[in-house]
């Protein structure tokens, strides 16, 4: 240990009192920052998922222009041959076929504009979780093609129920006009009031038969094995599909307002990170700074024995370094236990759980354990109680050795 | 034997300006002298006379309002701050009357610091730091921190310190005025032996006559000037 490592380090411990609350204002203060930041990522994991899972998926395959005006005479004539080429596609948990469309929904109550969804059943089952959100009824099965489900503010709107008649009205794809009559067979409650209020399900059979499409489909979706391997996977399908022929799209593309809601999210919580990290600065700074107060005539004494300036302010900054340590190690120790203990028990919100469902997120939220972030937040602690020490390290070098020996 | 020059002080002012006001004092007031190395010399006169600040202005610890300092060939107003602090640790100790121990350290580690900072090794750091605090009588302290040591181990350490790298020049600002008479005695002994054996030029600034009567040259100071 060099000596002005030793100084620094016995001056941390002469004033024990004021390094603890140093120590502990930069522990807490990371292990503010670790956890804030794991829950935040914990929840936007968690509404990516649910959003993707519900309903989206993760990545989706049009007729190319399909996603730019959603008509159903754009689609999908041959799927075998995306099939064929996905089938060879490592990484792909599940698929499922759908139609979209737009329609109109009425029943003797009254109407609505929805997003109607043709779908194959036991596919759809792998890939979203609409099935597991049914509030009433049962989940639509292959063969069921008179049958539809509906969202429950839907279901309110229209005053339908179970075993009641809706009738959907569209333009078939040959421009002839299609309508049919359906039974309520299920109602869905997803907690997203997008879904809930313009959502409606039936077989791809029936669809097909609805809007005239014969063999053809709107997408093919796409769910992959990670929720962080789909920028991989989309680019390894768009290898070896036709693009010009088809669009491959993440749910960020498919959704880019959702995506970039997720953005703002992340950047206001850096910005909340920020906030935190300046108060934690602040901190240090504030101990430091006092610390070269209280020993000007020491550095006096040090510059007039011939001790350069620069190693006075270097001697300022390992002090700042030493506080900075010991507080990173603990916060990040205090930090990563809390987000382990929380990533496996949860955080229970179901108090605001309704609120939570409208961002896709769960009333239970998992703070995700992320290696690269903690490790980020803990050298830009340390980094920070080194540049912060600048100041006074500057001040303590810039003394006139007379003048701060004669300081009382 | 004809002697060198060291200490060279050519017409040298210090005015004190009080800050934020046209107060002004002068601590010096065209003072000339010549020291030659080896020598023994005792800056006498009352408080106020100008004896601290002339040890300061030779230190390169502060500078002159006028006039020109030459130690050992170096004109002190050509050096920066930097350059001051190299200076000082190559060429002169500091004995102050306050000690001024550095707190956190021990008896060893004060005693060591300068060695510390010019770069001697290790091995012959420890070795001379032990022999000269022996030499002292504080070879049971070593370990002590100044808080807890008397004035005298104290003053004794602040020797240690300045001697132990044997710089050309050693500034004592009253080293005897917080010792008691045997004490002060054993010790201006040892500065002058060291002065005579090492060729140690020694500048005090005292009001002790026991060190004004050891001292070859006796320079009297009064309202900042020399009086013979």
Redesign the interface.
């Known amino acids: 240990m060099t000596?002005f490592t030793?100084?620094a380090w016995?001056?941390i411990k002469?004033n024990t009192w004021r390094s603890s609350i140093t120590i502990s204002a930069v522990s807490i203060g990371l292990a503010a920052l670790i956890f804030l930041k794991s829950f935040v990522d914990g929840a936007d994991m968690q509404m990516v998922e649910n959003y993707t899972n519900l309903l989206i998926g993760h990545i989706q395959i049009h007729k190319s222009g399909f996603q730019k005006n959603n008509e159903i005479e754009n689609s999908i004539t041959n799927s075998y041959v995306i099939t064929s080429v996905l089938k060879n596609i490592g990484g792909i948990s599940s698929l499922a076929p759908r139609i979209k469309d737009y329609t109109l929904i009425s029943s003797s109550e009254g109407s609505s504009g929805i997003l109607l969804l043709g779908i194959s059943p036991e596919a759809e089952q792998k890939l979203s979780d609409l099935h597991k959100r049914l509030r009433k009824g049962k989940f639509l099965k292959s063969g069921l093609d008179s049958e539809i489900i509906i969202g429950t503010t839907l279901a309110e709107n229209l005053k339908v129920d179970l075993g009641d008649k809706v009738v959907l009205m569209s333009q078939g794809s040959d421009g002839s006009m299609a309508a049919a009559a359906y039974n309520v067979y299920g109602i869905v409650e997803s907690g997203a009031e997008e879904i809930d209020k313009n959502l409606a399900l039936i077989t791809l059979k029936a669809a097909q038969e609805l809007l005239v499409m014969g063999n053809k489909i709107s997408e093919i979706v796409v769910k992959a094995d990670k929720i962080n391997s789909i920028d991989a996977l989309s680019m390894e399908i768009k290898n070896n599909l036709d693009t010009n022929r088809f669009e491959v799209l993440t749910w960020k593309e498919v959704s880019p307002m959702t995506y970039q809601w997720l953005q703002f999210d992340q950047v206001f919580t850096d910005l909340i990170l920020f906030i935190v990290l300046i108060v934690v600065a602040s901190g240090i700074l504030n101990t430091v700074l006092m610390g070269v107060m209280e020993r000007i005539r020491?550095f006096g004494?040090?510059?007039?024995?011939?001790?350069?300036?620069?190693?006075i302010s270097g001697m300022v900054t390992i002090e700042s370094f030493l506080l900075g340590l010991i507080g990173t190690f603990f916060g990040t120790c205090i930090g990563t236990g809390l987000v382990f203990f929380f990533s496996i028990r949860g955080i229970d919100l179901s108090i605001i759980s309704s609120a939570l469902n409208n961002f896709y997120i769960g009333s239970i939220i998992y703070p995700r354990l992320d290696v690269i972030s903690i490790a980020f937040y803990s050298s830009v602690v340390l980094l920070v109680s080194i540049f912060i020490s600048v100041i006074p390290a500057k001040k303590a070098s810039r003394l006139?050795?007379?003048e701060a020996?004669r300081h009382i | 034997m004809n002697r060198a020059t060291i200490i060279s002080v050519k017409d040298v002012t210090k005015i004190y300006r009080e800050k934020h006001s046209r107060i002004e004092s002068v601590a010096l007031d065209h003072v000339t002298l010549n020291i030659e190395e080896g020598e023994f010399v005792a800056l006498a006169g009352p408080s106020g006379s100008g004896k601290t600040t002339l040890l300061n202005l030779i230190g390169a610890l502060d500078k002159p309002t006028g006039g020109q300092i030459i130690i050992d060939g170096t004109p002190l107003s050509t050096l920066n701050s930097s350059q001051a602090a190299d200076f000082r640790l190559r060429k002169i100790g500091f004995i102050f009357q306050a000690y001024n121990l550095i707190e956190t350290l021990t008896t060893e580690e004060n005693a060591e610091y300068i060695a510390l900072l010019q770069g001697m090794t290790p091995k012959q750091r420890k070795h001379e730091t032990f022999h000269i605090l022996k030499d002292l009588g504080l070879e049971a302290y070593l370990r002590r921190r100044p808080s807890q040591l008397s004035g005298g181990q104290q003053q004794r350490v602040a020797t240690a310190r300045a001697i132990l790298v044997r710089p050309k020049i050693i500034l004592a600002d009253e080293p005897t005025a917080n010792l008691d008479s045997k004490t002060g005695s054993a010790l201006i002994d040892l500065m002058y032996a060291m002065s005579q054996n090492l060729n140690i030029t020694f500048v005090f600034a005292t009001h002790d006559k026991m060190v004004m009567d050891k001292a070859k040259t006796l320079i009297h100071l009064h309202d900042g000037r020399i009086v013979v």
Do not use: D, F
């Open positions: 000596t030793k100084i016995r001056n002469r020491e004494i040090m510059l007039a024995l011939g001790t350069k300036p620069q190693q006139s050795p007379i020996i």
